[in-house]
């Protein structure tokens, strides 16, 4: 089976702070994806990759960055994190073609306070 | 641009009773269209999907969908609903070829009642 690994369920962090977000795939998978859920207002974009070291602006990038330096990994940046960050961070993978569905991690839970 | 529209936030049905869930699509051509479901706390689990082919998609846990182009629809249904069914249900869409970027909806939260 696909798995798609996060590598904390609930993280609490301070204003300011810089914020890593570690996501892991092991299906060799070349599309990832980080996404934001909020309550009433679905999953958001915030950045995909399409391929090792290739990265592209979703809808709501603004106060992130990311990083995929391996296949694998894919990490999401908070730069200086601040309260209206706080919600729920979902990864996913999926194999390149349109018909491929996405396979998603269990999700962080981050809280800036 | 793709988008998708789902349009009931909550519905409550009993348990045994039938279900439906609607979902509507935005998309110039014959889009990919799926159903994922999240459990409390949890990530999206792929229910369905449809690219081509027979209209009425069978997908786990006894869900299927029907794919109606005139109504730009991709209703999910099932016959009989479990208490396990409570969850969020999203329905996404995707661009036909290449490396497409799912679009997801707002999520439809399903209550289920004793």
């Known amino acids: 089976d696909v798995k798609v690994t996060q590598s904390s369920r609930y993280l609490v962090k301070r204003t300011g702070e810089k914020v890593f977000l570690e996501c892991v795939q092991d299906m060799d998978h070349e599309n990832m994806f980080w996404y934001r859920q909020d309550p009433g207002l679905g999953l958001r974009l915030i950045y995909f990759?399409?391929?090792?070291?290739?990265?592209e602006k979703g809808d709501i990038p603004e106060g992130y960055s990311v990083s995929r330096e391996k296949k694998e990994r894919f990490s999401l940046i908070l730069e200086s994190a601040s309260t209206n960050q706080t919600s729920m961070y979902l990864c996913a993978s999926r194999k390149s073609g349109g018909y491929n569905e996405a396979f998603f991690g269990q999700g962080t839970r981050l809280t800036v306070v | 641009a793709q988008s998708v529209t789902q349009p009931d936030i909550h519905i409550t049905v009993s348990e045994g009773a039938s279900l439906e869930l609607r979902c509507n699509y935005s998309y110039g051509a014959t889009p990919y269209l799926f159903w994922y479901v999240q459990s409390p706390g949890q990530g999206l689990q792929l229910l369905l999907k449809y690219f081509s082919g027979d209209t009425l998609v069978q997908g786990i846990k006894g869900f299927e969908a029907e794919f109606k182009r005139s109504q730009s629809s991709f209703n999910l249904r099932k016959p009989s609903v479990h208490w396990s069914d409570a969850a969020e249900y999203f329905c996404?869409?995707?661009?036909?070829?290449?490396?497409?970027?799912?679009?997801f909806g707002r999520g439809t939260s399903l209550i289920v009642h004793p």
């Open positions: 996404a869409v995707g661009a036909s070829g290449g490396s497409y970027i799912p679009t």
């Open positions: 990759s399409y391929d090792v070291k290739m990265k």
